[in-house]
């Protein structure tokens, strides 16, 4: 097994981090050598241990391949040497791969739409990982695809030009076949039957504002973004940028798509505390440190407000994170968050290579030694340049807050469901509030409906979920959306409910009209605190190392109490919710006030006092802010 031997710091240059461009490529080759160990004789499969994914075993291996070559392709393109001869090996690898009938041959991929006809005799799955190839190869080319022989070249652009006619997901899929053509054609090779293109013409018709796109059609239901989460950075930023660098297309709509994506940078770097934990939420968790890809596109791009030295602070202190966790020290990235597998956070489609996708988080390595990224002087992040930052999404349905060492969200739009009359929620974007240092409950802890949920809960104990939301609106620090509780799958009659959010002085006041059926209660849960050893609870004060989570009833509510889970949450063993209860009068619509804080003070006083009548809340803040609703009429 190698060993992770990391430079010493330089404080000078990273007075933040500690961390330059040598800590980054130390980083990588290790990452690099450690896949090594779990590669096929003859390369062209990596295969670390783990459970496969729901595309089988084969598949896998073309993934570990083709995503850890997403670290290599960088750092070949912006390192002058090549002292472990990456380059060398993947291209022996590939050449594996492409020989008929040989051990490591990839097979083909089929598309989503043949997938329908032919469900037991193929997976879509390799389209991701051409697109992951093409994109690296793009990057690498003179180190790489100039280097391969002609018959190598020809049988790869074939590989790659089957793939690029598919057809995948109606999502940023459609950008992996959009980059596997444009590489193809950018190295001499026609594609008959690309649709690179209208594709990226379907994505780009996604835009939401403030940079963020939503990963699919625009929901029909509210007219709003319901599919937005890290795949903005990971696959739409980065393979966006790459497509504009592959192709040739008018000046208008390239620097269209710049200021877009400087706009992203912006926003995006919001979502990052100043230790280096991303914001914890939507699917493909196990990526980890590919939350980074858009902002490495916008600073090679030369794009957004931030600058170089901040960019880097920001990806440096995500890396660092990571490292420090454990993550890739001691053999391959596994299915989890840690350094540990935590498989119940994982999806089905996610298999042992799937980790490496944190190649992405690289990308900015293609920079070379002597660019501003890596030269200029590290400057703070916004989480640290701003105690207390507040600022709403409108086009994304989030407001973001930030202070108290912690970066939370309310989540208003993005429950990742098309028809709400069919479709159950999903713990990554069901809550109310996400945060950097907390993760939604899985298994009991998710079933029983009180994490960042407003439930409905039977004489029986069985709860509503919060899924389908059907109206969202936005304001400044506020943002607010309606749906009808889900019990066994289909809506609850008769019930509904409206929630808003106002972030301010570090807090987040949450009110709820709740128009429930006869025999059923009100609760409330704020978020989850998890941790190796059990949290200290007191009343409705969790603790655990240096964090806390509050929560306070301030209208309403007549109950309070913890649930407690253990093996439930990506962030520990143990985990603790407060909650409040009260029971609504029936058919009537009640409101529900509470305020909910998590951050690293130990406590603090209640900053803000609220009057209601009947649906009109007002609420008047200690720095003499003052908030006045008709939650009734905002929907």
């Known amino acids: 097994m190698t060993q992770l031997r990391l430079p010493p710091e330089d404080r000078d240059l990273s007075p933040r981090t500690g961390w330059t461009r040598d800590h980054w490529e130390a980083v990588a080759d290790h990452w690099l050598l450690t896949a090594r160990q779990h590669a096929s004789p003859s390369g062209g499969l990596i295969t670390p241990p783990g459970r496969p994914s729901g595309a089988g075993i084969r598949s896998d291996g073309i993934e570990g391949f083709a995503r850890s070559f997403l670290i290599a392709a960088p750092l070949l393109a912006g390192r002058a040497d090549d002292p472990h001869d990456h380059a060398g090996w993947y291209a022996r690898g590939l050449a594996a791969a492409m020989e008929p009938g040989g051990p490591d041959h990839w097979g083909r991929a089929i598309g989503v739409d043949e997938l329908r006809i032919r469900r037991w005799s193929g997976t879509p799955q390799p389209i991701v990982e051409a697109a992951n190839l093409a994109f690296g190869l793009a990057l690498s080319r003179e180190r790489v695809w100039d280097r391969l022989d002609g018959k190598l070249r020809d049988q790869l652009a074939d590989w790659l030009t089957h793939h690029a006619t598919k057809h995948g997901s109606d999502n940023n899929w459609l950008l992996f076949t959009a980059v596997i053509e444009a590489f193809v054609r950018s190295v001499g090779y026609d594609v008959p039957g690309g649709h690179a293109q209208p594709d990226v013409d379907r994505a780009e018709s996604w835009y939401l504002g403030d940079g963020w796109y939503n990963d699919g059609p625009i929901s029909a239901v509210t007219g709003h973004g ?15 940028w790459q497509w504009y660098e592959l192709t040739d297309q008018p000046s208008e709509r390239r620097e269209l798509f710049r ?12 979502l990052f505390a100043a230790d280096g934990s991303p914001l914890h939420h939507g699917r493909s968790l196990t990526y980890r440190q590919a939350v980074l890809g858009g902002l490495w596109a916008a600073g090679l791009a030369g794009v957004g407000n931030e600058s170089p030295g901040a960019i880097r602070r920001l990806a440096s202190g995500v890396l660092r994170h990571y490292t420090d966790l454990g993550v890739g020290v001691d053999g391959p990235p596994t299915l989890g968050h840690g350094a540990a597998q935590f498989l119940p956070m994982c999806q089905v489609y996610s298999g042992p290579g799937s980790p490496y996708f944190a190649g992405m988080g690289f990308l900015g390595l293609a920079a070379p030694a002597d660019h501003p990224l890596w030269t200029e002087r590290e400057r703070p992040q916004q989480s640290e340049r701003h105690e207390d930052h507040v600022r709403t999404l409108h086009g994304v349905g989030w407001v973001v807050q930030s202070g108290d060492g912690v970066v939370r969200i309310a989540n208003h739009a993005s429950d990742h469901i098309d028809d709400p009359d069919r479709e159950n929620g999903d713990p990554n974007y069901a809550s109310i509030g996400y ?3 907390t993760a939604p409950g899985v298994g009991d802890a998710w079933t029983d409906g009180v994490d960042g949920q407003l439930a409905l809960v039977d004489e029986w104990g069985r709860s509503t979920q919060r899924a389908g939301l059907r109206g969202t609106a936005t304001g400044d620090g506020w943002a607010a959306s309606w749906y009808r509780p889900r019990f066994g799958g289909t809506d609850l009659p008769g019930a509904r409910v409206v929630t808003l959010s106002v972030l301010h002085q570090g807090t987040e006041l949450r009110a709820h009209l709740v128009t429930a059926p006869a025999g059923w209660t009100a609760r409330e849960g704020s978020f989850a605190l998890a941790d190796a050893r059990e949290p200290v609870v007191v009343d409705t004060l969790v603790h655990s190392g240096d964090l806390t989570v509050d929560l306070v009833p ?13 093996g439930g949450n990506a962030f520990g063993e143990y985990s ?26 130990a406590s603090v006083p209640v900053p803000v006092q609220v009057t209601v009548v009947r649906d009109q809340l007002a609420a008047t803040w200690t720095d003499g802010r003052r908030d006045e609703f008709a939650v009734g009429e905002l929907f």
């Open 226 to 240: 319901n599919r937005v989460d890290h795949y903005n950075s990971w696959v739409i930023q980065t393979f966006l």
């Open 259 to 270: 200021a877009r994506l400087g706009e992203f940078a912006d926003s995006y770097a919001l």
């Open 435 to 437: 945060s950097t240092h």
């Open 554 to 566: 301030l209208h309403g509510w007549t109950g309070a109490g913890v649930a407690r889970y253990q």
């Open 576 to 601: 603790a919710v407060p909650y409040l209860t009260a029971a609504p009068a029936p058919d009537l619509p009640t409101l529900y006030v509470s305020l909910h804080r998590l951050g690293r003070t």
